[in-house]
């Protein structure tokens, strides 16, 4: 199938999938349903290889401390294991993903506006649906960190995280995690290897005249702008 050669192309050979994908008028549908499927299979397979439950519980406790009790943890452990919570957890991606990809190419479609871009906003949604293609790597290093690590003494939101955050240890009882804790996190290697598969397709959005500058620059901003609002929550709520 196309899609998924140039799935795989835009990992090994970036410039001309997003050439084929540009001139061919390739639909996003195709990759944005395997983003869904490796969701979906991926969570199934943490959530039985994980106690979902001890695993909440023990960060809620470990960000309130001595405020939650072995009782509450308990509850707390019994209601996510529940097969409803499981099943709701395992599908989440049905809606989230399709979502992040209409808003991102959004954004992008509104920022390449600004340096002259007439490409239709399908046509970035489909850039962007192929380019994120290195987060489903990301997916699988994730899985492989469960059955390696104590994942209810990680930090979720760094489970399969190629960062500097992970030769940092996170500071015991706090609800959000300090500044240069989140700054580190999001260095991940796989959200640096998306951008630069977004400069490099969105260079074929645009006039010749416009510099790889300018459009990394475009590209990002956004993230930049995502960036400093976690490490600004993070200095906030310490």
């Known amino acids: 199938m196309r899609s998924i050669r ?8 970036p410039a001309e999938a997003f050439r084929e994908i540009l001139e061919s008028g390739v639909r996003p549908w195709v990759p944005v349903a395997v983003h869904i499927l490796a969701g979906v299979l991926l969570i199934a397979v943490l959530i039985s290889r994980v106690d979902l439950g001890a695993m909440i519980a023990a960060q809620a406790a470990q960000s309130q401390g001595a405020n939650m009790n072995e009782e509450a943890q308990e509850a707390m452990s019994t209601l996510f294991n529940s097969p409803v919570a499981t099943a ?26 600004i340096l002259g871009s007439t490409a239709r906003y399908g046509q970035y949604l489909s850039l962007t649906s192929f380019a994120f293609t290195p987060h489903i790597l990301n997916a699988f290093v994730l899985v ?18 190629v960062s500097p955050a992970v030769f940092m240890t996170p500071e015991a009882g706090q609800a959000t995690q300090g500044p240069l804790y989140v700054a580190a996190g999001s260095l991940n ?4 290897w998306v951008l630069v598969l977004l400069v490099i397709a969105f260079k074929r959005v645009v006039s010749r005249r416009t510099s790889t500058g300018a459009v990394s620059v475009a590209v990002l ?6 960036v400093l609002a976690r490490v600004g929550f993070a200095a906030l709520a310490r």
């Open 221 to 226: 901003t956004p993230w930049l702008v995502y």
């Open 189 to 192: 290697l796989f959200t640096i």
């Open 88 to 113: 709701l957890i395992a599908s989440t991606p049905v809606l989230t993903v399709p979502i992040m990809f209409l808003f991102v190419a959004g954004i992008y479609f509104g920022m390449f506006l």
């Open 6 to 13: 140039l799935m795989a192309a835009s990992i090994w050979s």
């Open 144 to 161: 492989a960190l469960t059955f390696v690590s104590r994942p209810t003494s990680l930090d979720p939101s760094m489970l399969g995280s």
